[in-house]
Structures are given as C-alpha cells and as structure tokens.
T-cell receptor, first 114, second 113 residues
Framework: GAVVSQHPSWVICKSGTSVKIECRSL??????MFWYRQFPKQSLMLMAT?????????EQGVEKDKFLINHASLTLSTLTVTSAHPEDSSFYIC??????????FGSGTRLTVV | GNSVTQMEGPVTLSEEAFLTINCTYT??????LFWYVQYPGEGLQLLLK?????DKGSNKGFEATYRKETTSFHLEKGSVQVSDSAVYFC????????????FGTGTQLKVEL
C-alpha cells in the first residue's frame, strides 16, 4: 500500500531556531499534502493544504510566514517552523491525498522547543 | 459548516468486552465517513470507511454503519483486545468534492486484562 515517510520522528530545538519536517510519498505521487497540528489529547487541527508546484493554502489563524510549506515535487512536501518558540511545541502530522490511494498519513513529528 | 462529534473518553474496558464509540456528524448531502486509529506516538491509520448511506465498513473485527437518518457512524467491536488500546478518530469528507477531512476530537480506548 501507499506509505508516507515523515522525518524526523522527534526533534528538540532551541528557541529562535528553525526546524524542517519532511514528508515523502513512497512509490506514489501525492497530488495534495495536508499538514496538521495535534495538541495533547486533542484532535487534529488542519494548518494548511499544499498542491505540487503551487502555494499552500493556509487555514484561518495559521501564520504562513511562521509555518513555511513547500511542495516542490509530487513526492516531497516540507514544513518549516521558523523562529520556533516553546508554544510551537506540538505533534505535527502530514497526510497525502492521491486519487489512487486516498489519504495516507505520516507517522508524525514530535517537536519540542526549549 | 461540517462537524464531527465523538463521545468523550477515555473508555476503559476489560478484554473481550463489547465496544461502542459513538460518532455523529453534521454535513450537507452524503459525505464519506471514516474511522482512523492512532497508536501512541504514531500517525493515523485508516481503520474503515463508508461512502454512502447504509454502507457498512469493517476491518479487523471493527464495524461501523453509515446511518443517514441519524447522521451517525458508530464504531463497534464485539470483543476487544489489549492491542486495541489507542485513540480512535471519526472523520468526514464532504460530499461534492474537496479533499479536506473534518475530524472529531478522538476517543481514547484503554483495554485491560
């Protein structure tokens, strides 16, 4: 079946630094990639939707300059948390959508900003 | 707008007990409905889905029936195992196109020996 590989699975960074999270679709092309943020014991909050080769569409309240999303190819999408602060600590999950495989979720990235 | 309401957890059951996790939705038309499972520290895995009214999704002993009249998609399993302990999310995809999923808040299930 379809697999989305998400890396890193966890990362600790210092306040003010930037962190990049990658999601790669293996053996299939992800026309759309969704990026979610999940707070402890809460549901997934959609942050943005990206389509290959075009700018991401951000949900209301999500700072596009802080959460940079790049979907340069049909197999790679990245989320960069810029100038991270402790309040950005969270679990970030990507999900691809393709006509053949539907939705496929990455395994998530636990970000801790200290 | 679209919304999904799930019963609050945690739900704690003994092994081999019967499981029901309620899910109701608000949406126009006939959305597609999903149940996802999330194990600790992992992403979501599709458990089952149904795309039209009266469809029954099933997988690994879990079942859910798409009930348009009650706008519900309750998850059931006849005999749970310790390995079923996880968080379960109900979700919908709106009818008429669009790929955004709307998730419920999730229900944590704990199964004890």
């Amino acid at each position: 079946g379809a697999v989305v590989s998400q890396h890193p699975s966890w990362v600790i960074c210092k306040s003010g630094t930037s962190v990049k999270i990658e999601c790669r679709s293996l053996d299939f092309q992800a026309t759309t990639m969704f990026w979610y943020r999940q707070f402890p014991k809460q549901s997934l909050m959609l942050m943005a939707t990206s389509n290959e080769g075009s700018k991401a569409t951000y949900e209301q309240g999500v700072e596009k300059d802080k959460f940079l999303i790049n979907h340069a190819s049909l197999t790679l999408s990245t989320l960069t948390v810029t100038s991270a602060h402790p309040e950005d600590s969270s679990f970030y999950i990507c999900s691809s959508h393709s006509p053949d495989y539907g939705y496929t979720f990455g395994s998530g990235t636990r970000l801790t900003v200290v | 707008g679209n919304s999904v309401t799930q019963m609050e957890g945690p739900v704690t059951l003994s092994e081999e007990a019967f499981l029901t996790i309620n899910c109701t939705y608000t949406a126009t038309g006939y959305p597609s409905l999903f149940w996802y499972v999330q194990y600790p520290g992992e992403g979501l895995q599709l458990l089952l889905k149904a795309t039209k009214a009266d469809d029954k999704g099933s997988n690994k002993g879990f079942e859910a029936t798409y009930r348009k009249e009650t706008t519900s998609f309750h998850l059931e399993k006849g005999s749970v195992q310790v390995s079923d302990s996880a968080v379960y999310f109900c979700a919908l995809r709106p009818a008429g196109g669009g790929n955004k999923l709307t998730f419920g808040t999730g229900t944590q299930l704990k199964v004890e020996l």
